[in-house]
């Protein structure tokens, strides 16, 4: 397989490495939807999903990719499997920038990397019985071919708590909980090495919830898998990844630990996001931090930093340049000018 | 608090062994099966349960909203003290002293601003016409109401915006205009079914720091359905708990939190990691999530004792005899599980 790789010569230009070996690298992805108007449906602007996005994620880490909606973080989940079309930006897979791939090319690296949907109802198709979901990827990528399939089948099954003779059910024979778990054999199915987790477990119950982290938690230790797992639910997050991305309206505004990121949040908005999280305490009385307004339009996103506009320390600098993400402390980064606030 | 609660405060809604019940083709599902708790004046009662706990049922018949037939309700009574001063039977109401009483002294509010605004009305209109309805108002002078409820709720150029339609909108905007709709008749029983489930956390926030005020402003008594404990936890003064259409645990907010007394209470709280307390430290070990076994059950096959006990760890023979009675365990903490005691005792150990 030829495909066009990166030299090692500029690694990671903004220091955003995390420790050890890397196995992702995002550089300034964006992905802008085109705004059609007038009669001719002319392109008159862009809503720019993903601006920017510069990460990266080492072998076997765990690293949440939280923000609320409209932030871009499942769209920037999308399009480093480019299950849509990145418009600009590389995505550096094991040294091979997964952007420039024919479409042939990609379909081998689409082994490596797979995908977790929200609705474990919407994700599953109904007419296809639980073995053929699962073996549809092993047939594509022609692995375990024979009875071996089968055995492979059952075995996943297992592995993710449903028992071997499922295989010949349909989805509406199962619960959300149970549907879930079927989409995740479904992903582990190939053997992949990278796997985004897009809101997992945001549509079930809260006590299957639990049920389905700890599944994630053990397949991920088992395997060693590498996960990007995107959630709104900051508990969650904090509880199952080594770090956390915050995202808002495209942009990344910070990057830490996770225990770093809840104790000591350096952006504004992290701030203001941990602080409006509901904790199951009554006796805990919090003052909150209360944003004003929404989320601005991604149309016509405020210029400079983008949160300025909620941001209860903003200043008439905030307006003029969009912060660089810098590091502030030791795997800690930050997009905002102001240091003397957080 | 309890206490005070249970004999000193007045009683606003009492529901009293309501049984809603839905014939399908399958065979009756008994959604509601003997639900019994009360609501006073001024208070905020949090409704806990899952997809198929009876939560949503339980309010759509305070409503009388249940679509009839398929569902019926099929015994129980629900006992509003309105401005009548005397305690009605909802159950038993007519339809049309039905009609003065919902959106009037008894309004609600859903989880979806999106699907429940009439997308070809302005939303001026719409909070209009129930102060039409209720208050004998002609148009313009309801659509000044309409005017003063959206400032009332924080809706920023009202004047504006009360001409606007629901599309213009956002989802928190969509959900102060749902709460503007509810409260422009001064209810006594706002029902809140989910109300911030589909909105982002810190919109979430904006909604339940605006709910809050505005409790505290008109005095109403707020009926909270969620499945969220951080929310419960936060908004709500008594709490209770719903599993398998029954009630398996009722008391105050803090006791349900620091002491449960029913095995599902105590699961669903370990099993929700808790904000900060949680968050994974690299290097250490990774804490396990304590989960809940097994599904929701199929409210078309209960199992025939206590609807926990197959998903139970403290289970016993005993749990699937019969159902367990709902005992109280003291102070008005009541809880649905013959095991209470054994619980209780543990808990004093642990403390001693």
Known sequence: MTAPTVTKAAP???????????????????????????????????????????????????????????????????????????TGGEVIFNGTDVTKLSKGQMRDYRREMQIIFQDPFASLNPRMTVSDIIGEAMQIHNLNPGKGRIDRIAELLQKVGLRPEHMRRYPHEFSGGQRQRIGIARALAVDPTFIVADEPVSALDVSIQAQVVNLLQDLQEELGLTVLFIAHDLAVVEYICDRIIVMYLGRIMEIAPSHELNNNPKHPYTEALLSAAPVPDPTIKRQRIILEGDIPSPINPPSGCVFRTRCRYAIDDCAKVVPELREVAPQHYKACIRDDVL | MTDHATNQAEVLLAVNGLKTYFNTDDGVVKSVDGVTFHINKGETLGVVGESGSG?????????????????????????????????????????????????NEISMIFQEPMTSLNPVYTVGDQIAEAVMLHQDKNRKDAMGVATDMLRFVGIPAPEKRVNEYPHQMSGGMRQRVMIAMALSCNPALLIADEPTTALDVTIQAQILDLMRK???????????????????????????????????????????????????????????????????????????????????????????????????????????????????????????CIRWQDFAKADQEVRA
Request: hydrophobic share 40%.
């Open chain 2, 55 to 103: 939560k949503s049922v339980t309010s759509l018949s305070i409503m009388r909203l249940i679509p009839m037939p398929p569902g019926e309700i099929a015994g129980g009574e629900i006992l509003f003290s309105g401005a009548g001063g005397k305690a009605q039977d909802i159950v038993k109401m007519s339809e049309a002293g039905m009609r003065k009483i919902r959106g």
């Open chain 1, 12 to 86: 990671d230009s903004r220091g955003l490495a995390s420790k050890g070996d890397t196995l992702l690298e995002v550089r300034n992805l964006e992905k802008y939807f085109p705004i059609r108007g007038g009669l001719l449906s002319r392109v008159v602007g862009n809503v720019k999903a993903v601006n920017d996005v510069s990460f990266t994620l080492a072998r076997g880490e765990v690293v949440g990719l939280v923000g609320e909606s409209g932030s871009g973080k499942t769209t920037a989940g999308r399009a480093i499997l480019r299950l849509i079309e990145p």
């Open chain 2, 214 to 336: 505005l409790q505290k402003d008109i005095g109403m008594s707020i009926l909270f359905i969620t499945h969220n404990l951080g929310v419960v936890a936060e908004m709500a003064d008594r709490v209770v708990v719903m599993y398998g259409g029954r009630v398996v645990e009722e008391g105050d907010v803090i006791e349900i939190f620091k002491a449960p007394r029913h095995p599902y209470t105590m699961g669903l709280l370990n099993s929700i990691p808790r904000p900060g307390v949680d968050a994974h430290v690299p290097g250490t070990p990774r804490k396990r999530l304590e989960a809940i076994p097994g599904n929701v059950p199929n409210p078309l096959n209960l199992p025939p004792g206590c609807a926990f006990e197959p998903r139970c760890k403290f289970a016993v023979p005993d749990c699937s005899k019969a159902v367990p009675p709902l005992e109280d365990t003291g102070g008005g903490h009541m809880a649905r």
